[in-house]
């Protein structure tokens, strides 16, 4: 039986995020839904390396995009406040290997000269709308970064020696006025966990069934429902599972078989999963209290999965609509750290030192 390669998880991360982040403030274009979908990711990166790389704030790096017929390879152009002019050619590569196609890049170089030599009437409507501002930057004293950003890994020689040509070219007439930069899938992977390292989420959580242990350490423990966790891992990725030495591992057997349980048999998800298990500096009580304990809402502050990242980064890679047909619990213990000496770093250390388990038919087990 032919099995397809799984995609790097380095793609997954990134899709999440670009996915949380854009989402209803960039529209993809296509005929059909995956046209649209890769359209949108490919317009997302461009906003996100404007973002990280030419410091634009999320609405100047979304309204950057004159990406549609006619940008002449260029699809966005910002201009930073230092006098740097950013032209951005973009694309989200699915598989996270390989390069954009010679065409695209040859393009690409062409938009830049293009560009540079003030020919803007081959340009589309979209960038002549900004010509002011464009004529504006280009009469001080102003620097042309051009920018191949994609989800690929390589960029081969005959790539290079376009963009190289393009630099030459631009420089010989003013010198140091461009320079080519490419920006591949480890860099956006970098800024991506450079980004998610320096949080320290806090959360609120729904537990149903809900009871609590005071010692050693305070804890809550309960049902939560799975789309509340696939939300919370799609918004905080990485920062989530920051204490977890495993992290999540993308495509796996172990994984597989969580997902085939969260599409086969929902119901049954509570008893096959091992549950996930929170490590937090505090946990608030919030909102009216049920003495009943039916329902609680929680706040989680310097939260941390120490046990079940596979569980969360796996229930993550459903869309949030999927779980409103399928409906799945989990059960959750929160850990309050504060107050409990080493407690937090011996329970780190006793989840991580264990064995991971054999999956056996539905019983989609986490370590």
Known sequence: MATTSPRPLEVQQIQAYLKVEFTDLIEGLGKLDQDKERNFLSKALAAFFLMSQAGASKADAVAASIDGGQDHGV???????????????????????????????????NGVLDFAAGRFERFNAALKQRKAAIDAAMNGDYKIKFALVYTGTSLDEDRR?????????????????????????SDFHDVLMARRAEQEPEVEIELQNFGLVDAPARAFYGVMRVRELAELYQRHDHALVRANIRRYRGS??????????LTEAPGGF????????????????IGSMDPHRARGRFRLTGVSIINGAQTAGTVAQQPLAHYDTHQAYVLVTCIQ???????????????NSQNAVKVQDFIALDD
């Not at 796996?252 to 349980?261: K, L, Y």
């Open 75 to 109: 699809d966005s152009v910002y201009i930073g406040a230092t006098g740097i002019i950013w032209l951005v050619q973009s694309m989200y590569i699915h598989g996270g290997v390989g390069e954009p196609i010679l065409g695209d890049a040859s393009k690409f170089q």
């Open 161 to 185: 020696t376009l963009f190289a040509d393009a630099t030459k070219s631009i420089n010989t007439v003013h010198p140091d006025r461009a320079q080519f930069v490419r920006f591949g899938l």
């Open 252 to 261: 796996s057997e172990v994984n597989a078989e969580i997902t085939r349980t």
């Open 270 to 285: 509570l008893y096959f999963n091992n549950g996930i298990t929170l490590l937090c500096q505090r946990i608030t009580p």
């Open 337 to 351: 750290e504060s107050g409990a000496a080493d407690f937090g770093d011996r329970v780190t250390e006793y989840r």
